[in-house]
């Protein structure tokens, strides 16, 4: 289970492995299951984009295809999301910490979304964490879905295009970069949780 759960959090290993449907659940069980928060979205989006460039046969789909992929899990994985924070509601705020539930990451959540409103959707697409448990904060609350899927397609389409073609592009101009994975991989994963610590950090000294 451990080693399984290790190759879950390797970008590189899911993609290998576990080819374009397992990428595609892992986008969708990251923004929409509350278990996913501990995996890989944001480096593994930006290391298929890599890869289609410099390995076209691994994924074995053209960069607008796997856009389009993506967009799609990370949508539906959002509107589970939301319609699980609808049917647990309040609930979720009485259920003690576990393995794979952490109430604080819920808490972090609810104040990242009383500061920024809806466009906490768009935004939080860009931080662990909080692009797990937005869409269902967004359910427990009862936001507008029509609102809600507004900001849906919008911050999934951001931040898919984003890193995915940025990614492309440069595995195109510099077909070398996918030898320092390892390294891009680190690099993603400090940038993107500083924020995240430091919101729950300024709060919880509030």
Same mark, same amino acid.
């Given at each position: ?52 460039? *410099? ?84 359910? =427990? ?23 995915? *073609? ?18 891009? =991989? ?6 993107? *949780? ?13």
């Amino acid at each position: 289970m451990f080693e399984f759960l290790k190759q879950l959090t390797n970008p590189e290993s899911i993609i290998t492995y576990g080819g374009l449907w397992l990428l595609l659940f892992i986008v969708f069980a990251e923004t929409g299951l509350f278990i996913g928060f501990f995996l890989p979205g944001d480096s593994l989006i930006f290391i298929s984009g890599l890869l289609c460039a *410099t390995k076209p046969t691994l994924l074995n789909i053209s960069i607008l295809g796997l856009i389009i992929s993506l967009i799609m899990a990370a949508v539906l994985g959002n509107v589970f999301g939301y319609w699980f924070g609808k049917k647990t509601g309040e609930a979720l705020f009485q259920k003690k910490d576990n393995f794979l539930f952490k109430k604080k990451y819920l808490i972090t959540t609810q104040l990242f979304y009383h500061k920024h409103g809806g466009k906490s959707l768009i935004l939080g697409r860009f931080l662990p964490i909080i692009r797990t448990f937005a869409p269902i904060l967004a359910g =427990v609350i009862s936001v507008d879905f029509k609102k809600f899927m507004l900001y849906n397609i919008i911050g999934a389409t951001l931040w898919i295009v984003s890193l995915a *073609t940025s990614a492309y592009f440069l595995g195109k101009e510099i077909p070398a970069i996918e030898n320092y994975i390892g390294y891009i =991989v680190i690099f993603l994963i400090i940038i993107t *949780t500083i924020p995240v610590f430091a919101t729950y950090l300024k709060n919880k000294k509030k």
